[in-house]
């Protein structure tokens, strides 16, 4: 039942990242699979870690047409900083949570723009890092959703 919660989680992010937006609102659209995965590899760091990152980062390389591995890679390394200091993140206020949220999506947007500007010299746009700003502010929604979820179907 665990894997099963997990495992839908990280469908219905995956599925809100390719959901059609207005032009108007797209570039501020959160970074709902890195908040997701964030969210269980700080709660549960034996359960979801690296190999979870980098298989969903696959799958999210095949639903957005990317250069294959590049949101593999880039979630690998943010999931990797965060599970290696998931204690000390836990222990943080929800305001400090979601500053150090907004740096690590903010790194993983800086990870992809430089590998795709390598592989495919794409230009770098005035909003790409909007969504940092945006799964910030989701990750105050988000964790005590999260969170009641885990404690409803206890998941340890």
């Given amino acids: 039942m665990n ?11 995956m599925v809100l990242a390719m959901l059609p937006m207005p032009l108007l609102f797209d570039p501020f659209r959160p970074d709902w699979l890195a908040l997701v ?4 590899s700080l709660a549960l760091p034996h359960r979801v870690s690296v190999g979870v990152a980098w298989f969903c980062g696959l799958v999210m390389d095949i639903l957005l047409g990317s250069t294959m591995g590049v949101h593999a890679l880039a979630l690998t390394m943010v999931i990797y900083v965060a599970a290696l200091n998931f204690q000390k993140i836990r222990n943080f206020s ?3 949570q979601s500053a ?3 740096l690590l999506v903010a790194a993983k947007l800086m990870l992809v723009y430089w590998v795709e ?13 909007f ?9 105050f ?10 404690r409803r179907f ?3």
């Fill in 117 to 129: 500007h390598v592989a495919n010299s794409v230009a770098i746009t005035g909003h790409y890092f």
């Fill in 3 to 13: 894997f099963i919660v997990i495992g839908l989680s990280l469908l219905v992010a």
């Fill in 94 to 96: 929800l305001w400090q």
């Fill in 154 to 156: 206890r998941i340890r």
């Fill in 131 to 139: 969504p940092a700003l945006t799964s910030a502010a989701m990750w």
């Fill in 37 to 40: 995965l964030l969210y269980w």
């Fill in 141 to 150: 929604w988000l964790f005590p959703l999260l969170r009641r979820l885990r």
């Fill in 100 to 102: 150090i949220v907004g």
